[in-house]
């Protein structure tokens, strides 16, 4: 092994000399212990590098081993249920190794080497192939089958050898003789570049939605499969909550979820609960389509640098498959700091509030890497990586650099309000500044699936809460009285709106997953409420109190206790406040 | 192996840049010693082929940069363990000042530790009761939480943090307790008052205490809470305590950082404080926690106040983003005579629904919880309204409600500071007496079946 000599270190930066023959991004161990570290700069016989673990009692004049390979990681069975620090060591075999601290210098596979999988093909010997077709399948958990795939250093070839049974993923499964005449020896394992974006043949506009069964976001502020959306938000305004509830119900097959530098109670809770909730979508324990990637706030800062990308290269693995992944990133605005922190150490020219000048462009590049795509391979399959990401912005300010170059290439924008989270409305994502612009792209999948109206009710209804904070502002300088009484509607519609629809208990196991179908029929009785309402408002006699105190009303409240399964009872329910809101104002005409 | 040199070429505040060096390690411990003889301390920040940069822990007076000598010990600033150092008190960077003998080490452990294994990390599930309503019920604290108090200069921040101190217990739980108390850069009288309350109630047998008061070296202070942090992982993992952490003010700790920081001419974040403030924050309070198949825990209470009130300043902020909740004083109901003034509408504690519940409190707790929020928060917004408009304008629904929030500070966040009150037969009857204040339709939140049980029935 090629190897040069440390000349400085500075925390995770270590500079080391002779080492001419190093390429960028190359990983390098260092020192005797074997430290981790990725080359990022070179000047000369230079190189700077980012050291992934704790660089205590390393110094000037130890070594620094080259080993040609960039940083990468295990691409196979075995990923899922897994759970990963920054740079996929598995944490259960780092307990095993150091105990319950982390240690320095352990060294693990990220795939398990010896297991064997039942590999069953798909192929068959002298069949023609082309890179991305499915090889053959494993079923990796009882959710998941997971498909073997032609690596795309493999342009066409036909299939030389298969075989079929129980292997580990280092032997060979299949040998393929590409058009050149040369032979291919295709294992399960593959390696992969983190910082390189997976191949596809092409990408489209995401126009089905990734339905979360939350009603707030389904409704109003709805993301696509393969789209990008950030939640930023100040401390204690559920964007956690927010995360894992996307995590648990959303119906996406695959997802992966990254702690990056946020606390390690949150990732045991997540550890804990999720073998033991079931997917809505499917009655499996939620942990079989889960990988979790945890690096906590006070594991080594560069490693959090590198977490998003092993992250997002393990979602676009199980894309080509032709899987729908949703990645959560909780949360960028760590992995920005860790960013500036490196930058702050090789001593870059900074840009906004110390963060490096090429923030915008690596945030970019990041989210770019979600998308709708058609995979590689001769069976045009499709699949997706839906990219949301958590921001943390200093004190709330969303003016801040890391929020700014987010919104610049996210289409999807929930707000949390720290107002509302005081006041525990949760999920507490601000209705009025929030924004979706698949609003548009998925409309048809809506009229078709829920229902013709379904766009209609949300303008109205949207349009209600806008008009309330209007009404809000009057009542504060005036008071109640000084409203008509088509405005006290307003405001008792978008109450409704806001504590029966929007309001929703991440907590509460049926509450938290809402269907389309009756997050449609709960905003429908409330809008049908509405309308009814004010055909009678203008009628002489009319006292507001009246119509309030009217039973009806609290079945509306009640409306979201009705399971799904019986939606036939909202029709009748819909039905009831028509009629009851029409006797009341032939009542009022008698009179 | 110890190097000895006497090449000092510049000293800049606490840093001391040593030339001609060779094999230096980084955070290697640096003895320097000055031309007295006296011995102070520092470590290594940045290890150059040639050069070291040494941030000293201790004052630089006096030094000169001929004839001090600078010895490198080859080993990174470690403390000396043992189950003797309950009952002492330390200074700032572990030396005994209490007159007693020095300890005799069972361990030497370094200071920074190592992170826990997100795997090997046991959820925190154990309801503390502190005996205070407000904690208890809205912000609950449990076993291996770090919940922070946010305070503001002159709030009785310390009167709090003693009475969890000495009233926090696990309902029915047994197991052996500690305090581990670390103050940095408080005035003696506000560190003393600590030791007092300690002696006086007969904790400190089972205290530890370092103190780093305003008089002491500023760089210490980057010390001082690593090495209670130390003592008591040791402690709770080791010798299975169940161990309560105080860490006062960790303002100062952050302004002795941002000193450091600004001796070494870095790129500053907001208001000057260095960029990695976050992550060095981070290493301090994710060492709070419980172990799988170990039996003590830490559970942090880091005490700091807020600049000018401003809960978005870096500190706290950077705080309230790492801890799990935070507890927020509030200036006005300090005013108005309230003790302890604790603002629950911003204060949270994101493990309560873990602590709470049958089995470990009651069965009606969470219902309770969520509806004072609301209520509390509603009757704010109209006494807001009544201060424009006039109680008069008020609706009939109104006036309960802003009786409710007057009634609820009075009589629920208010106690006396030597009253422990329990959770069932105190706090959440207290919560009930109030909550039949509201109109019955508005309870919302709480099930049915719970109103029926609890919802003290109205006299007629």
Redesign the interface.
């Known amino acids: 092994m090629e190897k040069g000599n440390i000349?400085?270190?500075?925390?995770p930066l270590v500079v080391a000399n002779g080492m001419r023959n190093a390429k960028m991004y190359e990983v390098v161990k260092v020192s005797d212990e074997k430290l981790m570290g990725e080359i990022i700069e070179l000047n000369e016989d230079e190189a700077s590098i980012q050291v992934y673990e704790?660089?205590?009692?390393?110094?000037?004049?130890d070594p620094v081993y080259l080993t040609g390979e960039t940083m990468s990681v295990d691409l196979g069975p075995g990923l899922l249920t897994s759970?990963y620090d920054g740079i996929q060591r598995p944490?259960?075999l780092?307990?095993k190794e150091?105990?319950?601290?982390?240690?320095r210098g352990i060294e693990v596979p990220g795939l398990d080497r010896t297991k064997k999988w039942d590999f069953k093909p798909t192929k068959a010997k002298g069949e023609e192939v082309e890179e991305g077709d499915i090889l053959g399948e494993v079923q990796e958990t009882t959710l998941i089958a997971h498909r073997i795939m032609v690596p795309s250093t493999i342009k066409k070839g036909t299939v030389e050898e298969i075989k079929s049974g129980q292997f580990t993923i280092e032997e060979v499964v299949v040998v393929i003789k590409d058009s050149e005449g040369k032979t291919h020896e295709i294992k399960m394992l593959q390696r992969w570049s983190i910082r390189k974006p997976r191949p596809f043949k092409n990408k489209k506009i995401p126009n089905v939605p990734l339905v979360t069964g939350m009603r707030v976001i389904d409704t109003f502020f709805p993301i696509a499969k393969g789209g990008a959306g950030c939640i930023p938000g100040?401390?204690?305004a559920g964007k956690t909550v927010t995360q894992q509830s996307l995590a648990k119900f959303c119906n996406a097959e695959i997802i992966v979820y990254i702690?990056c530098?946020e606390?390690?109670?949150e990732?045991?809770?997540v550890?804990?609960e999720f073998p033991e909730l079931k997917d809505p979508n499917t009655g499996e324990p939620l942990m079989k389509r889960t990988i979790l990637i945890?690096n906590?706030?006070?594991?080594p800062?560069a490693a959090r640098e590198a977490s998003i990308y092993t992250g997002i290269t393990i979602a676009e693995y199980y894309r080509d498959m032709g899987y729908h992944v949703a990645l959560m990133a909780d949360s960028t605005s760590?992995w920005a700091?860790a960013l500036?922190?490196m930058s702050?150490r090789l001593e870059e020219m900074?840009g906004e509030?110390?963060y490096p000048a090429y923030l915008g462009s690596k945030t970019a590049e990041f989210y770019e890497r979600a998308g709708y795509i058609t995979c590689l391979g001769s069976d045009e399959r499709e699949g997706s990586v839906t990219a949301i990401g958590a921001v943390?912005p200093?004190?709330?300010?969303l003016s801040e650099p890391v929020t700014q170059n987010t919104l610049r290439v996210t289409k999807v924008f929930w707000g949390l309000d720290?107002k509302l989270a005081?006041?525990?409305h949760f999920p507490a994502i601000n209705w009025l500044s929030s924004y979706s612009l698949y609003v548009d792209n998925l409309a048809n999948f809506w009229q078709k699936e829920v229902a013709e109206d379904y766009m209609e009710l949300r303008t109205n209804s949207m349009n209600l809460l806008q008009q309330e904070s209007k009404l809000e502002e009057i009542?504060?300088?005036?008071?109640?009285?000084a409203l008509s009484s088509k405005e006290k509607l307003i405001l008792q519609t978008s109450k409704s709106i806001r504590?029966d629809f929007l309001f929703q208990n991440a907590?509460d196991y049926v509450d938290a997953f809402t269907p389309q179908k009756k997050q449609y029929w709960i905003l429908k009785c409330i809008m049908t409420m509405y309308q009814e309402a004010s055909k009678i408002i203008e009628k002489e006699g009319f006292e507001f109190s009246e119509l309030v105190k009217l039973p009806i009303m609290q079945k509306i409240?009640k409306a979201k206790d009705i399971s799904h399964e019986e939606l036939e009872k909202y029709e009748e329910l819909e039905k009831d406040i028509i009629e009851a809101i029409q006797n009341f104002g032939s009542k009022l005409q008698a009179a | 192996m110890q190097k000895e040199y006497k090449t000092l070429k510049s000293i800049a505040g606490p840093l001391i840049l040593v030339e001609g060096v060779e094999g230096i390690k980084y955070e290697e411990l640096v003895e320097v010693i000055t031309p007295e003889g006296e011995k102070r301390m520092g470590k290594v920040l940045e290890a150059n082929k040639d050069t070291a940069l040494v941030q000293m822990f201790e004052s630089p007076q006096g030094l000169k940069t001929e004839e001090t000598k600078a010895k490198f010990l080859g080993k990174p600033l470690e403390i000396g363990v043992s189950e003797d150092m309950l009952g002492r008190v330390f200074s700032g960077s572990g030396k005994p000042i209490d007159g007693g003998p020095d300890i005799i080490p069972e361990k030497k452990l370094n200071i920074n530790g190592a992170p826990i294994n997100p795997y090997s990390r046991d959820f925190p599930n154990d309801f503390i009761q502190t005996g205070i309503s407000s904690i208890d019920c809205l912000t609950t604290l449990v076993r291996g939480q770090k919940l922070p108090i946010f305070s503001g200069a002159g709030l009785p921040h310390s009167r709090v943090a003693a009475q969890i101190a000495r009233q926090a217990k696990v309902r029915g739980g047994t197991g052996d307790f500690a305090v581990v108390f670390a103050a940095m850069g408080v005035t003696f009288e506000e560190s003393e008052y600590f030791i007092n309350e300690f002696k006086k109630t007969g904790a400190i047998n089972r205290s530890v205490i370092f103190a780093n008061t305003a008089a002491d070296p500023v760089v210490e202070r980057i010390a001082t809470p690593r090495i209670a942090l130390t003592t008591a992982e040791y402690l709770a993992f080791e010798k299975g305590m169940h161990v309560l952490v105080i860490l006062t003010d960790l303002t100062n700790y952050c302004e002795a950082l941002r000193e450091v920081s600004a001796a070494r001419k870095e790129v500053p974040g907001r208001r000057g404080y260095p960029g990695y403030l976050y992550t060095d924050l981070a290493t301090l309070y994710e060492r709070a926690g419980r172990i799988k198949g170990k039996k003590g825990s830490i559970t942090q209470i880091p005490i700091l106040t807020m600049p000018e009130d401003d809960i978005t300043h870096p500190i706290p902020d950077l705080t309230g983003y790492i801890t799990e909740g935070q507890i927020v004083l509030s200036r006005d109901l300090q005013r108005e005579g309230i003790y302890p003034p604790i603002n629950v509408l911003p204060s949270l504690s994101r493990l309560k629904d873990k602590g709470i519940g049958e089995g470990k409190t009651r069965e009606d707790h969470a219902g309770v919880m969520n509806q004072l929020f609301a209520a509390y928060a509603q009757g704010k917004e109209v006494k807001e309204l009544a201060v424009i408009l006039g109680e008069a304008a008020l609706g009939e629904d109104d006036l309960k409600f802003l009786k409710f929030a007057e009634e609820f500070e009075k009589e629920f966040v208010s106690q006396d500071e030597y009253k422990d009150r329990d959770i069932i037969d105190d706090t959440l009857d207290i919560a009930w007496k109030l909550l039949a204040i509201l109109p019955r339709h508005e309870l919302k939140r709480i099930k049915e079946e719970y109103i029926k049980q609890y919802l003290p029935k109205q006299e007629k």
Do not use: Q, W
């Open positions: 000349v400085k270190v500075s925390g704790d660089t205590v009692g390393i110094g000037p004049g759970i944490l259960h780092i307990e150091a105990g319950a601290f982390i240690t100040p401390f204690g702690g530098g606390r390690g109670n990732m045991t809770d550890l804990m945890a906590t706030s006070n594991m800062v760590r700091e500036r922190e702050g900074p509030e110390g943390s200093p004190g709330g300010d720290a005081y006041k525990r009542v504060r300088l005036v008071g109640m009285d504590e907590f409240v």
